[in-house]
């Protein structure tokens, strides 16, 4: 007998920690607001005691990157629970001009973070558009590439012994 097929809806209110590796402390992102084939929405929420907080509880904005990245993850991990499968673990390259529009998250805001597919290969490459809202304010944007080896494993320990 099959397992029926996830609607969107259905696959969008998969509890986050069933969906990317990160615990504790280090998982920044609450929960997927919407997802589709090449977007997907999330937020996240400015603890003033975590262990990121400045004197004045708010979030530095050179934390955004990391939370476009879990986005990411998230999407990925969706595409990949879509297809009947689960994600492979991936690694974010780099960004292409990573912009904070002010030096930090305000405490407690309740962020908006958006990504929206721009490329993926077939070697397991891919490039996504990403922002960060406050509301109706833009706080961060970036172009973030990533890669899925096929082999995480292998790859890790090639990166490592060279």
């Given amino acids: 007998m099959s397992t029926p097929q996830l609607t969107l809806e259905q696959l969008a209110r998969q509890p986050i920690d069933a969906l990317i590796p990160h615990r504790g402390s280090m998982l920044l992102i609450d929960a997927v607001d919407t997802f589709a084939d090449a977007t997907l ?9 975590a262990w990121y907080a400045d004197a004045d509880g708010a979030m530095p904005a050179w934390i955004g990157i990391e939370l476009m990245a879990q986005a990411i993850a998230a999407h990925v991990a969706l595409l990949a629970l879509r297809g009947g ?3 492979r673990p991936g690694v974010l390259l780099g960004s292409r001009s990573y912009r904070a529009l002010q030096p ?3 405490r407690g805001a309740r962020l908006r973070i958006h990504v929206s597919e721009l490329l993926r290969g077939e070697a397991g490459h891919g490039a996504y558009e990403c922002t960060i809202d406050d509301g109706d304010a833009r706080c961060a944007e ?3 590439k990533i890669f899925q080896p096929a082999d995480f494993q292998s790859f890790i320990e090639g990166s490592v012994s060279s």
């Fill in 104 to 106: 930090a998250f305000r």
């Fill in 41 to 49: 929405s999330a937020h996240a929420s400015v603890d003033p005691h």
């Fill in 85 to 87: 499968g689960r994600a």
């Fill in 142 to 144: 970036a172009i973030i």
